[in-house]
């Protein structure tokens, strides 16, 4: 299958319809899709998939009227600023629309592990992973006895004002795993130099990275220092404007 069916293989239309429920009523779609409210239910409900010509049509319509920008757009802001972090990482259908995305950015990329650190991103790195067929891993502040054998690294983090130290069981990451590194909001990036680290340890292929919001622009310092070249950010804040790139 080339990478043009698989973008509108009936599947993924129909994920996109649910995720896209977030923000935009069966009505609001039915006048933009120009489609039967009854079949968008059923087509978000999985009760049922659209076929080839259909879902292409459905496609290169949320494509031409900029859907899931608009929704991204309105999910992470609110009219006092940017939206709560919660509100992005506990998303299921906000987060199947950044997977969405990050599956158009790294399809080619052979990524076999999503890697993030603290639990709070771990839905994140659990749907990027389901989108890109790959397995997730979450690094945490405290090793557990039940590991075994595991990396750890440190980070300075500057918020906190400490060396913060990050673990992974060894079993979790296998030699020459094709990682994705990925965080749901940033001011920086700072815990990404123990992620590295961490995976240069197991001896594992580092090829990009993801960060769904960020604040500033300082995560590029961190970035730069990996030397990882392929880094994707969702969306951003410039002059006080949040900006979405698909």
Not at 41 to 53: D, G
Not at 102 to 120: I, P, Q, R, S
Request: hydrophobic residues 45%; contains cysteine; charged residues 25%.
């Amino acid at each position: 299958m080339s990478i043009g069916e698989a973008e509108e293989s009936s599947y993924i239309v129909a994920k996109l319809l649910n995720s896209l429920k977030e923000v935009y009523t069966f009505k609001e779609l039915e006048e933009i899709l120009d489609m039967p409210s009854q079949l968008l239910w059923r087509y978000t409900t999985f009760s049922q998939f659209p076929e080839r010509q259909t879902a292409k049509k459905i496609l290169d319509a949320i494509r031409e009227n900029r859907l899931i920008e608009k929704a991204l757009k309105q999910a992470l802001s609110r009219e006092t600023g940017v939206a709560e972090e919660w509100r992005l990482l506990f998303n299921p259908r906000i987060l199947n629309l950044v997977g969405y995305l990050a599956w158009k950015h790294f399809k080619d990329d052979e990524v076999n592990l999503v890697m993030t650190a603290g639990e709070k991103n771990s839905a994140l790195a659990v749907v990027l992973a389901e989108w890109l067929s790959a397995d997730a891993c979450v690094a945490t502040e405290h090793a557990w006895t039940s590991w075994g054998k595991f990396y750890s690294a440190p980070y300075n983090s500057s918020e906190r004002e400490e060396y913060v130290y990050l673990h992974v069981p060894k079993e979790a990451i296998k030699r020459d795993s094709r990682i994705l590194f990925v965080k749901g909001t940033a001011k920086n990036f700072e815990s990404l130099s123990a992620l590295y680290s961490i995976a240069e340890q197991a001896k594992a292929v580092p090829v990009g990275g993801l960060v769904v919001l960020a604040y500033t622009d300082k995560w590029t310092e961190f970035t730069a220092k990996t030397g990882i070249k392929k880094f994707y950010v969702v969306a951003s804040l410039r002059g006080g404007q949040l900006v979405v790139s698909i």
